[in-house]
């Protein structure tokens, strides 16, 4: 059975940037990929708020830059998806594909969050052309155009009132009669004046051509159909922590968010640490994901010297 000293569980800015960290210390990383190469950014177009990059960068290609990074430094970078875990001992027993056997003295877990979508054939179709799961990330282009936002609680109103600071018009779909966010929250939203909230309404299809999204067909809980012209389709329905792989071994939150000891990567199990959205509900950003693998890294480095 193959004996390594770092695994690291995932392809995005957290667990290429715990890659670099550790190759660079000389702990020869590997670092399995997963079933999304390269994680969320890669179904992003035009990323503008990563530093280093004055004038924007395209999703995959600063992904690609990432992994000829942690390769130039010797991370030993696998396809494959890691489907089985046992973390009662050290070296932990790692399971690949279902059928190939290794262990690891410890493991970087970066396996991300995904966003909750609604399922529609033509949301996946212009998801990155229009349809997005974050305002922080793409609102800017967006800029005094007519967007909307679905969902109708705390998140969904702190995206529509950020959507709302850039946009000409922000539609917050709801399907419910009222908001469940906080009263503070709701009432950001009803005193903000370019944003309509349309209770009670589903999306039935997001619209759009050759050039993105156009617009999106509603339908009200009285069958009532109607349809709003709109640039962005920006979806605030929750995510979902990559954290099947850890269940009834690990420390999760209730929302199956990886819990680390505060100002550190470290989880429930030793010698096992958490990086990137996997173990953040709150920022959900490439920056502090990168900045949360450099902290795993350093703190998995420290944990092998001891």
Do not use: W
Not at 30 to 56: A, D, R
Not at 271 to 282: E, I, S, Y
Not at 296 to 302: I, K, M, P, S, Y
């Amino acid at each position: 059975m193959e004996h390594i000293k770092v695994l690291i569980i995932g392809s995005g800015p957290a667990g290429f940037t715990a890659a670099i960290y550790t190759a660079r210390a000389n702990l020869q990383p590997v670092l399995y990929e997963g079933i999304e190469p390269g994680g969320q950014l890669t179904t992003t177009t035009e990323i503008e708020n990563f530093p280093g990059y004055p004038e924007g960068v395209d999703g995959n290609q600063m992904m690609a830059d990432l992994r000829r990074q942690a390769e130039r430094f010797g991370t030993d970078i696998r396809s494959g998806q890691i489907t089985r875990i046992d973390l009662s001992k050290r070296p932990f027993h790692v399971t690949v594909d279902g059928t190939t056997e290794l262990e690891a003295e410890a493991v970087i877990v970066a396996t991300g969050a995904s966003a909750k979508y609604l399922g529609l054939p033509s949301e996946t179709k212009f998801r990155g052309q229009g349809v997005s799961a974050c305002a922080t990330c793409d609102g800017f282009f967006y800029r005094k155009k007519d967007v909307a936002v679905v969902g109708g609680g705390d998140t969904a109103c702190e995206e529509a009132t950020y959507l709302a600071s850039l946009c000409r018009k922000v539609y917050m779909i709801v399907r419910k009669p009222y908001l469940r966010a906080s009263k503070a929250m709701q009432e950001r939203v009803f005193r903000t004046g370019n944003i309509e909230v349309l209770f009670e309404h589903n999306t039935v299809e997001v619209l759009g051509d050759d050039s993105g999204v156009t617009g999106a067909l509603l339908r009200r809980t009285d069958g009532e159909e109607r349809t709003i012209e709109i640039s962005g389709f920006f979806l605030a329905i929750g995510h979902h922590p990559n954290t099947e792989l850890f269940a009834g071994q690990l420390d999760l939150d209730a929302e199956g968010y990886i819990r680390t000891e505060p100002g550190t990567s470290k989880t429930s199990i030793e010698g096992l640490f958490a990086a990137g959205d996997v173990k953040d509900p709150h920022y959900r950003q490439a920056i502090t994901a990168a900045g949360s693998g450099c902290i795993a890294a350093l703190d998995c480095e420290r944990f092998l010297l001891k």
